[in-house]
């Protein structure tokens, strides 16, 4: 698996542009009024794991502000370790097969987690906190298993969970959480946001690579990845070209992001591709003669997503679902005009 250089959310101790969202549910919090269950919803590479495990913080000390951030706490040692016994998180799989789902095996050691009397006593803790990153992928199962503690929450838990499209979710669950939504960041914060990750900002991005971007410090460190970098922009050059199609270049870009170490790679020019056909979109409908076509580019989205979709869960090779999406944009294209 490629593994990236940047550091894990738990140990990043700093907010970058959510800093008033955090002290409001910090005076929540100190009020006894902090809903027991939290949705944390915003677009990929904001900064919202980083938020939980801030907030996580907050309740497993019992402090708030710097004070809550101090790398020499015992607690917040833990917690950066990964070891704290009153936090579970649960990320979905990020192994090399592509199909990211939470096992409901997962989510059932959760709650039964949440069962357990809090180990800690220090003053303003004695909670219980859950995290699940990438709430979005839960399955059905999953998300079901999940309904018994957002039924039934044990006194002083806390469950957080993280993702980037909450309609996804069951409403039986969404109903039972209180969404808290998260902004893209600003330049400044990016910037900073990209070096307390240990990565550093690109020093151009600009065109549809800053549209790509847009405010996450998950996709900006992304770009450090030139391998990543490259397939972005020849992923761009292609969209740019198309309903033309330069065969050979296409081919070469496809076997590059089929390789097995390159799934970060292929993953983003999806992402792009997705990008575009949204831009396409907007400017169908907002120009009055091609408006009908708008429907067209939004139907495409979602037919190109759900081949990807439905080949990561297969495990299909990647470099054939790549040519298929791009010749279905192309045919798309053709149609509109």
Same mark, same amino acid.
């Not at 990929?44 to 710097?66: E, H, M, S, V």
């Not at 959480?177 to 893209?184: I, K, T």
């Not at 550093?200 to 970098?229: C, H, Y």
């Given at each position: 698996m490629h593994q990236r250089a940047w550091r894990h959310p738990r140990e990043t101790l700093e907010i970058f542009g959510h800093g008033a969202v955090l002290d409001a549910l910090e005076r929540e919090w100190r009020a006894g009024m902090l809903h027991h269950g939290l949705m944390l919803a915003?677009?990929?590479?904001?900064?919202?794991?980083?938020?939980?495990?801030?907030?996580?913080?907050?309740?497993?000390?019992?402090?708030?502000?710097?004070?809550?951030?101090?790398?020499?706490?015992?607690?917040?040692?833990?917690?950066?370790?990964?070891?704290?016994?009153?936090?579970?998180?649960?990320?979905?799989?990020?192994g090399e097969t592509v199909n990211r789902l939470i096992p409901v095996d997962d989510v059932r050691r959760l709650v039964a987690f949440f069962g357990k009397t809090a180990a800690s006593s220090v003053a303003g803790g004695g909670c219980r906190v859950g995290i699940i990153d990438r709430a979005d992928d839960l399955n059905t199962a999953s998300a079901n298993a999940l309904l018994k503690i957002l039924e039934e929450p044990p006194r002083r838990s806390i469950l957080i969970l993280v993702c980037e499209a909450p309609g996804r979710l069951p409403a039986t669950v969404r109903s039972r959480?209180?969404? /808290?939504?998260?902004?893209? %960041?600003?330049?400044?914060? #990016?910037?900073?946001?990209?070096? $307390?990750?240990?990565? @550093?900002? *690109?020093?151009?991005?600009?065109?549809?690579?800053?549209?790509? /971007?847009?405010?996450?410090? %998950?996709?900006?460190?992304? #770009?450090?990845?030139?391998?990543? $970098?490259?397939?972005? @922009?020849? *992923?761009?050059?292609?969209l740019a070209a198309l309903p033309g199609i330069d065969q050979a270049r296409l081919g070469r870009l496809a076997q590059r992001l089929g390789a097995r170490d390159n799934r970060d790679a292929y993953n983003a020019a999806f992402d792009l591709m997705s990008l575009h056909m949204a831009q396409r979109a907007r400017a169908a409908a907002f120009s009055g003669a091609a408006s009908p076509h708008a429907a067209n580019w939004a139907n495409a989205i979602g037919r190109v997503e759900e081949t990807k979709s439905q080949a990561d869960a297969l495990n299909l090779d990647r470099s054939r679902t790549l040519l298929a999406a791009f010749h279905r944009l192309a045919l798309e294209l053709r149609a509109a005009h």
């Open positions: 915003g677009p990929k590479g904001i900064g919202k794991a980083t938020f939980a495990y801030a907030l996580a913080r907050r309740l497993l000390t019992g402090l708030d502000g710097l004070a809550a951030d101090d790398p020499d706490n015992r607690i917040v040692r833990q917690i950066r370790a990964g070891s704290h016994p009153d936090l579970l998180a649960l990320d979905a799989d990020e959480c209180r969404q /808290v939504s998260l902004d893209p %960041l600003e330049e400044s914060d #990016l910037a900073r946001a990209v070096c $307390a990750a240990g990565g @550093r900002l *690109a020093e151009r991005i600009e065109g549809e690579l800053e549209a790509w /971007v847009a405010g996450s410090a %998950l996709r900006a460190l992304m #770009l450090g990845d030139k391998s990543v $970098a490259d397939a972005l @922009r020849e *992923a761009g050059a292609l």
